[in-house]
């Protein structure tokens, strides 16, 4: 499963912009949220296809959103339910939702609400995402547990953050993490001040990424 093209999908511009006019949230403030959140929501993901009480559920659910037409991504996210949105991130997060969110909005800034709001308005998307790539290669593996397992357990780190930055650039989230924002502006006074705050604040941002998914993998 290439997960690097899921997150690519779940951070492009048009999927940014889609959510940002779904939540009244800024671009900047959606892609902080998610790119934080995403190492959790893939756990959570993980433990549902792999716990024997769950994964039937959870492979039938994949299997209805793998059936979405996620190619127009701002046609598909103009249509998402908020609520079944909702009903999807309390599954991936089961108890520790209420943690989760506070702790997402305590390092991004961004408001409980508004970060409960930007989740559910992208929890179709991701598992629509998900379902898409277990049904490619769902013949491939055994079962949506083990699929998901080796999605987890064999992490392709360099093409994920490739992906990531790619689409961060497009979505213009270079602001997400003040502190890289702040060195760079301090620094850089130079015709190249806007590139390199971009890139500073999006290595910073993917760091964060990166370390969730690497504490997540251990």
Not at 29 to 57: C, I, R, Y
Not at 58 to 69: C, E, I, N
Not at 106 to 120: E, H, P, Q, W
């Amino acid at each position: 499963m290439d997960l690097s093209k899921l997150a690519g999908s779940l951070l492009s511009s048009d999927s940014i912009g889609g959510l940002s006019g779904l939540t009244g949230a800024s671009d900047k403030d959606v892609s902080s949220v998610l790119a934080k959140a995403l190492p959790t929501l893939l756990s959570g993901a993980k433990d549902q296809a792999k716990d024997e009480s769950t994964s039937k559920g959870f492979a039938s659910a994949l299997s209805d959103h793998a059936k979405d037409d996620t190619s127009d991504l701002s046609k598909f996210l103009g249509n998402v339910d908020m609520k079944d949105g909702a009903k999807i991130i309390s599954h991936l997060l089961g108890s520790g939702k209420d943690d989760v969110v506070a702790e997402v909005a305590a390092d991004t800034g961004v408001s409980k609400a508004k970060t409960n709001s930007i989740l559910s308005a992208a929890g179709p998307l991701l598992m629509s995402l998900l379902g898409q790539q277990t049904k490619e290669e769902e013949e491939k593996e055994d079962g949506v547990g083990g699929l998901l397992g080796t999605l987890l357990d064999n992490v392709d780190v360099g093409s994920l953050l490739s992906g990531l930055l790619t689409d961060n650039s497009s979505a213009k989230s270079s602001g997400t993490k003040k502190t890289a924002t702040k060195k760079t502006t301090a620094k850089k006074t130079t015709a190249k001040k806007t590139t390199t705050k971009k890139k500073a604040a999006s290595e910073k941002e993917s760091g964060g990424l990166l370390g969730g998914l690497m504490k997540l993998l251990k």
